[in-house]
């Protein structure tokens, strides 16, 4: 008996050593471990991208992406892991404010002295927008989403109504919206779809390049709660109620071909080509540039840069800057504007490869709509901004179910603010 | 007369007495080993961190807070404006109707299908299933039947109420969705421990009640229920704690909304602790359930010796 057990468990201890001769004999590979969230879903393309590119240009290295879970948990579990002493080298920002948290935590490593020696001219200066309280750098842009208005060429050529420009108005929009609506029941199809999300209902506030959720006072918003309003008391878009207690996604709406118009950011392009593409749906669309305020320019907007960060723990933390510096720069932004995802790094070059893809819009109007005037920032980071973000998402749920009035609603989101401001 | 008294031998934990303790250890360990790493480490350090400031990252960055935490959550305490109050409110109401409502439930149905009859076993198991179906599936399917237009709105409506509303998108009815699906997911479960309740209880009983002249009401009363006092305190202790510690219902149908008509206890200690990253104040909330809880449990234990019987 005893033998027997003695054999098995050298066996084992051979099959253990095996694969890392067979690694062994093939040379050094280094294996790089990248955190992110959708790796397998819905942003497969761009992450195979990343991968394909920078494999093909450091032959020595493998990327392991740790498909973490998707949508709005990703920065928390990401949170919870770094803060478990995690040692996968790099970690994609989702969301701007999780770069004030984790460098707060001393999550992440710094990167000012490496950023020095090479040449971000094409970041335009974005990478600023990333720069903690501190004023240092813990995070480079390589995505760049923004803003823009999709639309359904098909609906608006059946309703003989002229395609949307980059210069409309939210009035404009509205009564266009009202102009497309038909059908009843579930033949119905909507004039346009705002999403759940406080960013596409009431965001453009931002777009004045002044005002910030940050600054703890809501009256700005009024303007837009009255727009959703009105489209919702006409029928022209579903009703936030409706979607939230069936549990809508607002890409069904696109793809369904159920909505003529959808304000989303610049990520659904690429959803947009492959889906067409893979056959989902077949009618021909495009995007504009989001309406605007009458007292803004037009082509105003407001994004989200995706940053990627190195952790302080990092396994391989030389191979890991080789990577973001790849990532964010010229050769990483064309691998992923191949693939129709916007890259925050800009030249000639990458444009080119942005507007190539096959299936995307050759419109001139969406060409043009890829260069807004501003891009102002979604949510800004700081310390208490998750804090007040909390309350006007639940000011906002009450608004947008008719549980109180919109001016009750924004008098309540000032009076917690201020609360949370004077602490 | 000389009796000889047999000394009895004294206990001298000797070496195969040691040994034999040690085995006993050794057989326990892999799962004491795990429930202090993966239960007890954590409670105690949880019960800590409420007195420190602690908003993640490295260890290096906790600091002593005292009663701050505590100070904060308590600062001006209200039911109607301040976080800890709302969902100290929400998840009382919670409890409060979701443990006699089950309850109910859960007895009527024990009843009706405690018998042998092949259909009883099918419509036990029916009841039963509640509780084994996935969590995600049966809210997505409550969410449809409370929608504005959907059966029970629409039933309603029929009914002459004016119900415009889905009822997880309002204030009002909000919580009623949440306690309406707790119910029916627990029901099923808890019959089972009745009827297991019910099968315990002497047949003699019930004959000796027939023979004295009793009708079907006053048997329930005066031996059913009497008898089943065990069943019903230990289910409403479970009960009690699991209405507590609501969390996935909240956040698969109404995810604390509108507003915070639905914020339980734990749905606000998730909030203040992964979305807005701060351990402690979470921690302080987090103690504030424990001590609810422990509170009500050592009230339902001195109360047992007044309605509790056991045979």
Redesign the interface.
């Known amino acids: 008996m005893k033998k027997i057990v003695s054999l098995v468990l050298a066996i084992a201890m051979l099959l253990a050593i095996l694969p890392n001769i067979a690694a062994m004999a093939e040379g050094e590979k280094t294996t790089l471990k990248v955190v992110s969230w959708d790796v397998y879903s819905g942003s497969a393309a761009w992450h195979a991208a990343i991968k394909d590119g920078f494999e093909a240009a450091y032959p020595n290295v493998e990327i392991e992406y740790v498909d973490l879970v998707s949508g709005n948990e990703y920065a928390t579990v990401a949170g919870v892991q770094l803060a478990g002493g995690d040692t996968s080298d790099v970690y994609f920002i989702k969301e701007i404010p999780q770069i004030q948290q984790w460098s707060d935590q001393g999550f992440l490593a710094n990167l000012d002295e490496l950023v020095a020696e090479v040449d971000l001219s094409g970041l335009m200066g974005m990478e600023n927008n990333l720069r903690a309280s501190d004023g240092l750098l813990y995070a480079l842009p390589f995505r760049s989403d923004f803003w823009v208005m999709f639309y359904n060429k098909d609906i608006f050529n059946a309703a003989g109504v002229p395609y949307p420009t980059n210069d409309w108005t939210w009035a404009e929009y509205v009564e266009i919206a009202e102009q497309l609506t038909q059908g009843e029941g579930i033949d119905k199809v909507y004039g346009t779809y705002h999403h759940t999300w406080l960013s596409a209902a009431v965001n453009w506030a931002v777009c004045d390049g002044v005002y910030t959720f940050g600054d703890g006072n809501y009256d700005p918003l009024k303007y837009f709660y009255e727009m959703i309003q009105e489209l919702e008391d006409a029928g022209a878009c579903m009703e936030y109620s409706e979607i939230r207690a069936l549990g809508i996604g607002y890409r069904d709406m696109i793809y369904g071909g159920d909505t003529a118009m959808l304000p989303m950011g610049t990520w659904l392009v690429g959803g947009m080509i492959n889906e067409k593409a893979a056959g989902t749906f077949d009618f021909d669309w495009s995007f504009a540039s989001v309406p605007h305020k009458d007292d803004i320019a037009a082509k105003s907007t407001f994004g989200n840069l995706t940053g990627v960060s190195i952790n302080k723990n990092a396994t391989n933390p030389d191979v890991a800057w080789e990577f973001v510096k790849w990532l964010s720069g010229e050769e990483g932004a064309k691998a992923i504007a191949a693939v129709g995802t916007r890259p925050a790094y800009v030249s000639d070059a990458v444009v080119a490869a942005y507007s190539s893809v096959v299936g995307f819009p050759t419109d001139a109007t969406a060409l043009d709509a890829l260069l807004p005037n501003m891009v102002s920032i979604e949510v800004p980071p700081g310390a208490k901004v998750p804090e007040l973000m909390t309350i006007v998402n639940q000011e906002h749920s009450l608004i947008m179910t008719d549980e109180v009035t919109i001016d009750e609603g924004i008098a309540s989101m000032n009076e917690r603010a201020a609360e949370v401001m004077a602490d | 007369m000389a009796t000889t008294v047999k000394q009895i031998p004294t206990y001298k934990p000797g070496k195969r007495q040691r040994r034999n303790t040690l085995i006993a250890y050794s057989f326990l360990a892999p799962n004491l080993i795990g429930f202090a790493v993966i239960t007890l480490i954590p409670v105690i350090l949880s019960v800590a961190l409420a007195f420190f400031n602690w908003?993640?990252?490295?260890l290096?960055?906790i600091s002593w807070a005292g009663l701050d935490n505590f100070k904060l959550i308590f600062d001006n305490f209200s039911f109607t404006k301040n976080d800890l109050g709302i969902s100290l409110k929400n998840t009382v109401l919670y409890t409060a109707v979701s443990v006699p409502l089950t309850i109910a439930f859960s007895l009527g149905f024990a009843m009706v299908l405690n018998r042998a009859a092949r259909a009883a076993k099918t419509f036990r198991m029916i009841f039963f299933f509640p509780y084994i179906a996935s969590i995600v599936a049966i809210c997505?399917c409550w969410?449809?039947i409370?929608?504005?237009y959907g059966p029970v709105n629409t039933f309603l409506n029929y009914l002459g109420l004016h119900m415009t509303?889905?009822w997880?998108?309002?204030?009002d009815f909000a919580i009623w969705s949440l306690i309406i699906v707790n119910v029916w997911r627990h029901a099923g479960y808890y019959m089972v421990m009745y009827i297991a309740g019910l099968q315990n209880i002497p047949k003699e009983l019930y004959e000796a009640a027939i023979v004295d002249g009793a009708n079907a009401w006053q048997k329930f009363r005066k031996i059913t229920l009497p008898m089943l006092t065990p069943t019903t305190f230990f289910v409403s202790i479970m009960l009690t704690i699991t209405c507590f510690k609501v969390f996935d219902i909240v956040v698969l149908m109404t995810?604390?909304?509108?507003?915070?008509?639905t914020q339980m206890l734990v749905t606000y200690i998730y909030?203040l602790c992964?979305?807005?990253?701060k351990y402690g104040v979470a921690s302080a909330v987090a103690m504030v359930l424990l001590a609810v809880v422990v509170l009500i449990t050592i009230f339902q234990f001195k109360a047992e010796k007044k309605w509790v019987n056991y045979l």
């Not at chain 2, 908003?55 to 490295?58: C, D, K, L, Q, V």
């Not at chain 2, 995810?255 to 008509?261: D, F, K, M, V």
């Open positions: 908003n993640g990252g490295t290096d960055k997505t969410n449809y409370l929608f504005k509303k889905s997880t998108q309002s204030r995810e604390g909304g509108p507003g915070r008509a909030e992964f979305t807005q990253i």
